[in-house]
């Protein structure tokens, strides 16, 4: 079965500032991974995802994740943090279910960005 | 346009009570989740449905039945409700039910037990 790992509970970084959030993950095969993004009162949205292919994938809202094997690792990073950014992150990865060919997915347990003048 | 609804936003009642949330989407996609997250924001799977057919049933209290009319809406229904199951509920929706699909989610369903 698989697993995902966010270490880091909450972080914060001024305004301005760049950001690496970390997430690790536990699968036998090729995973599909995934970046949400959680602001207060709302639901997940995506922000990236990597399947296969280039292992630097771009997202929405200049969010960027860099897939490393080796690592078993897929942290999510952004040059610089906007105070918009202040939210709940995500790592996931989708993997077959026991039923095959559907997906299950498996969330971190998320890592709380609060920005800071 | 909202792609995935749920209603209602805020739920709270006494223990003991049967209460439901309704979720549809208009994205016309062939997958539904149910998903629950608690007080510490971890997200759990409760259902999925595809097609109206369920394919994920985790281990959840049979007290939640879960119920698809058509392939747009995807329903939770709580009979004996327990403080327990005092969380936030999402609704998601993906394409299709291929692991490399995206899910799109609602805002959430609020429920408190008094």
């Known amino acids: 079965a698989q697993s995902v790992t966010q270490p880091d509970i909450h972080i914060t970084v001024s305004e301005g500032a760049s950001l690496e959030l970390r997430c690790n993950y536990s699968y036998g095969a090729t995973p599909y991974l995934f970046w949400y993004v959680q602001s207060p009162g709302q639901g997940l949205q995506l922000l990236l995802k990597y399947f296969s292919g280039d292992t630097l994938v771009q997202g929405i809202k200049g969010f960027e994740a860099e897939f490393k094997r080796s690592q078993s690792s897929f942290n999510l990073r952004k040059p610089s943090v906007h105070w918009s950014d202040a939210a709940e992150y995500f790592c996931?990865?989708?993997?077959?279910?026991?039923?095959?060919?559907?997906?299950?997915?498996?969330f971190g347990t998320g890592t709380k960005l609060q920005v800071i003048p | 346009d909202t792609a995935v609804s749920q209603t209602p936003k805020y739920l709270v009642t006494q223990m003991g009570n049967d209460k439901s949330i309704k979720c549809e989407q208009n994205?016309?996609?062939?997958?539904m989740y149910w998903y629950k997250q608690d007080s510490k924001k971890f997200l759990k799977i409760m259902f999925s449905y595809n097609n109206k057919e369920l394919i994920i049933n985790e281990t959840v209290p049979n007290r939640f039945s879960p119920k698809s009319p058509d392939k747009a809406h995807l329903n939770l229904h709580i009979n004996s409700l327990e403080l327990g199951d005092s969380a936030v509920y999402f609704c998601a929706s993906s394409r299709t039910a291929s692991p490399n699909q995206p899910q799109h989610f609602g805002d959430g369903t609020r429920l408190s037990i008094l």
């Open positions: 996931a990865v989708g993997a077959m279910g026991n039923s095959g060919g559907y997906q299950k997915v498996t």
């Open positions: 994205l016309g996609h062939d997958t």
